[in-house]
């Protein structure tokens, strides 16, 4: 096989596999060198509590090979191939094509399909084996999926860099959580009330922050986040420090019925069926399902509005949004108060689905992940940021079904430890693939005459 070529000008043009081998061939070491300490060598302690290490040379030499094979394919056959498509579509003239009918109702049948998830999973696996279903893979990217769209709001909409969203979240949680036990308020009144508190909070960070922007106001709102974290887990006369707070009651439906098989107005008991714990997951699916589709339209309505403009003038240039007569403080307060009180909504919504909160659901990490899922999904895109929340949240809850890789890296392998190494290898991945997120176009919400995406080409790095 002919690996090189001279071209009439004594050019050496080397072809795509030999340069994939050399490739493949740094991977492999560059991983070699990344992962020897962290996975070919692991600490541990005997039973007279001495330190040992193991040696797993094999489990590192199966992630080497998969790395050397992932670069050489890249290299040697998809790059390629993305290549010749690019300039194949360069090169053809562009008419116009009237997309067809899944591209033209494509969230209307996501929306379908969200609703239907629950019955098809119980007509699957039964009413008990559908638990795992509808909590882990329904619920649980759901919650995130409303996290990154109200992130959307001050990230995509305005332009300002939030790493403390996690603190209107835990607002929202250990709102309804205090309220609710020492109460005994319903949560369709502490629903609202942990809105409100939320975006209380979001004003008062907004107000310190107004005159930053960038990296300064990406550090104040990390400090601001961590502080919450630090009074939730000092304030113990209020939130009990950090063992957190347990005993949160249950959302009842709508005060008609409860869900709580020992009382006289069990659902079970006036539906006159089994009792059964999956009559709660589903509601809290449909319920949480329906906070995200209220999510999206407030989001969709306020862009249309004065105030949405605003915040997409204010996320292009604020110099000239402040020229053009726009109140920034206005528009900068509206954008946290807004984006904090949807958080607000999640926290007791998860408050209410976990029964108990503690400092450690609201670390970090959290707004980490929220972040990269509205980068990954394109900021401002509604869609594309559902699409890398159930790409991102359910492949890390895949992990934990997959126990066939046991017998690949060894019985002492445990999938979901590696979740974090997982996401991280798919955010570089994506990003190569495509820097402005999943959908590397937006609608604008003016036009003239006709309405037209605006190509990911004429948008700035990271507002696809």
Same mark, same amino acid.
């Given at each position: ?36 300490? $962290? ?5 541990? /302690?005997?039973?007279? #509590?001495?330190?040992?290490?193991? *040696?797993?040379?094999? +489990? ?18 998809? /790059?390629?191939? $993305? ?9 053809? *003239? ?24 629950? %019955? ?7 009413? *008990? ?6 909590? #882990?893979?329904?619920? *649980? ?55 409100? =508190? ?29 502080? %919450?974290?630090?009074?939730?887990? #000092?304030?113990?006369?209020? +939130? ?5 707070? !347990? ?51 407030? +989001? ?13 003038? $204010? ?10 007569? %726009?109140?920034? +403080? ?23 689905? /976990? ?25 401002? !895109? ?37 979740? =974090? ?5 798919? =955010? ?12 590397? !176009? ?13 190509? !990911? ?8």
């Amino acid at each position: 096989m002919t690996i090189a070529a001279t071209t009439a000008g004594g050019v050496i043009v080397v072809k795509p596999l030999k340069r994939a081998f050399r490739e493949a061939l740094f991977a492999g070491a560059i991983s070699f060198g990344l992962f020897v300490l $962290l996975i070919g060598l692991k600490t541990d /302690q005997n039973i007279r #509590n001495e330190l040992v290490i193991i *040696q797993r040379w094999g +489990t590192l030499a199966v992630i080497v090979f998969l790395v050397m094979a992932g670069r050489f394919l890249y290299v040697g056959f998809i /790059q390629p191939a $993305l290549e010749r498509r690019k300039a194949a579509a360069t090169s053809a *003239q562009h008419a116009a094509v009237e997309p067809g009918f899944i591209a033209r109702n494509s969230s209307s049948i996501g929306i379908v399909m969200l609703f239907l998830f629950p %019955i098809v999973s119980v007509m699957a696996f039964g009413f *008990q084996g559908s638990l795992k279903w509808v909590d #882990n893979f329904g619920i *649980q990217i759901l919650i995130y999926v409303m996290l990154g769209w109200g992130l959307n709001i001050v990230i995509g909409l305005a332009g300002l860099l939030d790493l403390g969203y996690v603190a209107f979240y835990a607002v929202g949680a250990y709102s309804y959580a205090l309220l609710g036990t020492h109460y005994g308020l319903s949560f369709w009144i502490l629903l609202p009330c942990a809105g409100i =508190m939320a975006a209380t909070w979001g004003v008062m960070l907004g107000f310190p922050v107004l005159r930053l922007r960038g990296d300064y106001l990406a550090i104040v709102t990390l400090a601001f986040g961590e502080i %919450i974290r630090l009074v939730l887990i #000092n304030w113990r006369e209020v +939130t009990n420090g950090a063992a957190g707070l !347990s005993g949160i009651p249950k959302i009842s439906f709508f005060g008609l019925a409860t869900f709580n098989a020992g009382d006289a107005n069990y659902i079970g008991k006036l539906l006159d069926v089994a009792p059964s714990g999956a009559y709660y997951k589903i509601f809290l699916y449909y319920l949480i399902l329906l906070l995200c589709l209220l999510t999206a339209f407030v +989001t969709i309505r306020l862009r249309r509005l004065p105030v949405g403009r605003a915040w997409e003038a $204010l996320r292009e240039d604020e110099i000239a949004c402040r020229s053009l007569g %726009i109140n920034t +403080t206005t528009t900068k307060l509206t954008a946290f108060a807004t984006g904090a009180m949807f958080a607000g909504f999640a926290g007791s919504f998860f408050a209410a689905r /976990q029964g108990f909160v503690s400092p450690e659901s609201f670390v970090y990490l959290e707004s980490a992940i929220v972040l990269a899922i509205v980068v990954l999904g394109g900021m401002g !895109s509604l869609g594309g940021i559902a699409v890398a929340a159930f790409v991102m949240i359910g492949g890390t809850e895949i992990l934990r079904e997959l126990g066939f890789l046991k017998m690949v890296f060894g019985p002492d392998f445990t999938p979901e430890l590696y979740r =974090m190494l997982m996401f991280g290898m798919a =955010m570089v991945i994506v990003m190569l693939w495509k820097p402005r997120g999943f959908v590397g !176009s937006r609608e604008p919400t003016a036009f003239l005459k006709e309405r037209r995406a605006v190509s !990911s080409s004429f948008t700035k790095e990271g507002h696809g």
